[in-house]
């Protein structure tokens, strides 16, 4: 009997087959009952502490990588989806922007590139941390930029400034809760509208860059929506918006060989 229940993992249902071949039959019943009652406990213990796992956020910096200029490592993404329809490229896309506390204007997700993880990893992480969503990354950088953290604005030095890379993300997963959902709003946005509620020119720079990496053509707007904000005129320059890029979208993007880096 000890041996045929010996074995690295233990089966509630298969233990109670061997013992109740052996009891009374007015025992059986209630082994029954209590081996079912085991099994839902664990079962409902194992899916908590999955879904507990996946809310928690990365804290501290004890893995965090810098470069030989004493550069902070940072990763980050636009997440985007197609709406449904038959517009224009443009007119179909969105990208998902988060809230931080105390502020007005919005940001990318993005955070430390730690030790354990590489680049896409650690960008698929905070955005899954920060904004609750998962997709498919490319692993195409949209750019490099070096800016410094709001604890380190007036410090000349490289000590305390961060270098960071972004990508695009398709997002294919939204989740109703996520690790940093009390410090994060999350907002779809047209993608011409991001230029505005940008914080700084970096992401939208690095918007030119991702509306260039999925229409196939060199986008630069920057400057053009800069100047428009002022006045609250947000539409695309017409050399943009006269051209019918819908039916570019599935052929200009990525192949799923150069972008499928990780379901994250």
């Given at each position: 009997?000890?041996?045929?229940?010996?074995?690295?993992?233990f089966?509630?249902?298969?233990?109670?087959?061997?013992?109740?071949?052996?009891?009374?039959?007015?025992?059986?019943?209630?082994t029954?009952r209590?081996?079912?009652?085991?099994?839902?406990?664990?079962t409902?213990?194992?899916?908590?502490?999955?879904?507990a796992?996946?809310?928690?956020?990365?804290?501290?910096?004890h893995?965090?990588?810098?470069?030989?200029?004493?550069?902070?490592?940072?990763?980050?993404?636009?997440?985007?989806?197609?709406?449904?329809?038959?517009?224009?490229?443009?007119?179909?896309?969105?990208?998902?922007?988060?809230?931080?506390p105390?502020?007005?204007?919005?940001?990318?997700?993005?955070?430390?590139?730690e030790?354990?993880?590489?680049?896409?990893?650690?960008?698929?992480?905070?955005?899954?941390?920060?904004?609750?969503?998962?997709?498919?990354?490319?692993k195409?950088?949209?750019?490099?930029?070096?800016?410094?953290?709001?604890?380190?604005?007036?410090?000349?030095?490289?000590?305390?400034?961060?270098?960071?890379?972004?990508f695009?993300?398709e997002v294919?997963?939204?989740?109703?809760?996520?690790?940093?959902?009390s410090?994060?709003?999350?907002?779809?946005?047209?993608?011409?509208?991001?230029?505005?509620?940008?914080?700084?020119?970096?992401?939208?720079?690095?918007?030119?860059?991702?509306?260039?990496?999925?229409?196939?053509?060199k986008?630069?707007?920057?400057?053009?929506?800069?100047?428009?904000?002022?006045?609250?005129?947000?539409t695309?320059?017409?050399?943009?918006?006269s051209?019918?890029?819908?039916?570019?979208?599935?052929?200009?993007?990525p192949?799923s060989?150069?972008?499928?880096?990780a379901l994250?």
């Amino acid at each position: 009997m000890d041996r045929e229940v010996e074995g690295d993992s233990f089966d509630p249902f298969r233990f109670n087959r061997l013992w109740t071949t052996r009891l009374p039959s007015c025992m059986k019943e209630s082994t029954q009952r209590f081996t079912l009652y085991t099994s839902i406990v664990v079962t409902s213990f194992v899916v908590r502490r999955e879904m507990a796992s996946s809310l928690l956020a990365r804290k501290g910096r004890h893995r965090q990588r810098y470069d030989h200029e004493n550069y902070r490592l940072v990763a980050g993404c636009i997440p985007y989806k197609l709406k449904d329809g038959t517009g224009s490229l443009f007119d179909r896309l969105e990208v998902l922007m988060i809230s931080t506390p105390n502020r007005s204007d919005f940001v990318f997700p993005k955070g430390g590139w730690e030790n354990d993880e590489t680049i896409y990893e650690a960008a698929c992480r905070e955005v899954l941390e920060e904004a609750g969503v998962k997709g498919i990354i490319n692993k195409r950088s949209l750019g490099e930029w070096v800016f410094r953290s709001k604890s380190s604005e007036m410090n000349c030095s490289p000590t305390g400034a961060c270098k960071g890379q972004v990508f695009a993300l398709e997002v294919t997963e939204v989740l109703d809760s996520w690790a940093e959902q009390s410090s994060h709003t999350r907002r779809w946005v047209p993608v011409m509208n991001a230029y505005s509620l940008c914080r700084y020119d970096w992401m939208r720079e690095a918007l030119d860059s991702f509306l260039s990496l999925v229409s196939g053509q060199k986008i630069s707007i920057i400057a053009d929506v800069t100047a428009a904000a002022t006045n609250q005129d947000l539409t695309p320059p017409q050399d943009i918006t006269s051209t019918d890029i819908s039916s570019m979208c599935m052929i200009q993007l990525p192949t799923s060989t150069e972008r499928a880096i990780a379901l994250c």
